[in-house]
């Protein structure tokens, strides 16, 4: 028996299969092993993977790119809005959900986030299969952990469409910590392992808690504005300036050149991972003239020095958040494409001097590799020394916070039920008002999002303050229901705000 383990990044997207007791990344047909999540549409066919990508500077109004940033959302969506406003590809309202405007020279037609998506599981099965060389349809599909439910149903969806059978979603965190059996082989004892994760478009940091082969979320943040493509741009950034200043031309403000210098300065990025420096060429960059210019990974570091020091303050954040030092840690596991990148793996090491750093396996191959085991042992390998199964753990997504203000009258946000609190779950907190006031409110959010303004009125004045009990219940879809109550006269009032608006993983 055969499965498959998928990663469909934002940028890129990887696939790992499982056989004979171990799991493997496999190779797409032009020999990569990490296929770029890019869909190019022509008049009769459409083209996936590094094809599209190259082909994108001639035909970037039809090429999708990033199609994850707006799976199983709607039109007017925070993260939709955002998409719309950076992709080439034309984005329109068709009864409040997006769909991509795709000119085919005859016709004009409109493509769903979801059939983008197809298209790329679709050739990760393909991609599996020619190596397993039968139909071998069950795997594991990974999310990020702050996916919320319609996400998750909508990749679901598109990898069950392309022909996948979905054994399971698992959070790509929890298969980076799988794929290297973190805790299986230990039948008892606690210990703190940190997921630093660099992707295309995001990093993310996640902490969980390994207590005898279960895994527990403590917290994890995400940063949207730090990822891959920063290195990238400012890497192109600098190109441009060395072209400026040898033919006295400035391209910056030419899409086209711009897009012909990402895509060196994203092959040079790589190359100086491994090699001391890159050659970055690039043919008819601007009227007709070549340019080349030589990048070490000493200037490569220089650059991007502010954007390196940004990558690892969310380290120092979630540490605090959790109220774990670095000594606390136990191991690091490093995932996504720039985590390679060695000036970034020399400051983690710095920060964690004592901690194991685990990096034998590719960190852009990391977490297929984890889906891949975990979709072996679902399918019966119990060969393996990773226990009979994992167990699902319904836990919240999203910080849930209370604004309160201090005593100098600054507003400040306090975490009441952190990301990754196992569900259902009760807190209980006492806010405090002025005695002067007559109504109190209560503002409730979620991460950056407010979700729930509770008025207490005609409440008595008095000398003393107010103390307002609060009681916040998330239940296991994801639905809170909170109650405040002013201890001194009893007057209460209450609400519930439903899974769409809280939603859970």
Known sequence: MAAIGVHFGYTCACVAIFKDGRADVVANDAGDRVTPAVVAYRATEQIVGIAAKQGRIRNANNTVVKVKQILGRSFDDPEAEAHKAESKCPVVNKGDLPKYEIDTGETTKYVSPDEVA????????????????????????TVPFEFGENQKNALRKAAEDAGFKVLRLIHEPTAAVLA??????????????????????????????????????LATNTDHSTGGESFTHALAQHLAAEFKKSFKQDVTGNARAMMKLMNSADGAKHI??????????????HDGMDFECNVSRARFELICSSLFNKSIKPIKSLLEQVSLSTSDV???????????IPRLQQMIKELFPEVELLSSIAPDEVIPVGAALQAGILVGKDSLPMGEDSITIDCCDKDIL??????????????????????????????????????????LYQAQQRLALIVLRDLEPKEENHDIDTVITMKRDGSLHVTCTELLSGRSESVTIAAAAAAAS
């Open 330 to 340: 136990n191991k690091v596991v490093l995932c996504g494409g720039s985590a390679k």
């Open 118 to 141: 197809k298209l790329v599981f679709h050739k990760m099965k393909e991609t599996a299969q020619s190596a397993l060389g039968s139909d071998v349809a069950d795997a594991v599909i």
């Open 402 to 443: 209370v604004k309160e203000v201090d005593e100098s009258g600054e507003e400040l946000l306090n975490v009441l039920i952190p990301s990754g609190t196992p569900l259902p779950a009760r807190r209980q907190h006492t806010l405090q008002g002025p005695g002067n006031l007559t109504s109190v409110c209560l503002d």
């Open 180 to 217: 290297y059996g973190i805790g299986q082989d230990s039948p008892s004892g606690k210990s703190h392992v940190l997921v630093y994760k660099l992707g295309g478009t995001s990093l993310s940091v996640t902490a969980l808690e390994v207590n005898s082969g279960m895994y527990r979320v």
């Open 272 to 285: 100086l991972s491994t090699l001391s420096s890159a050659n970055c060429f690039v043919d008819s960059l």
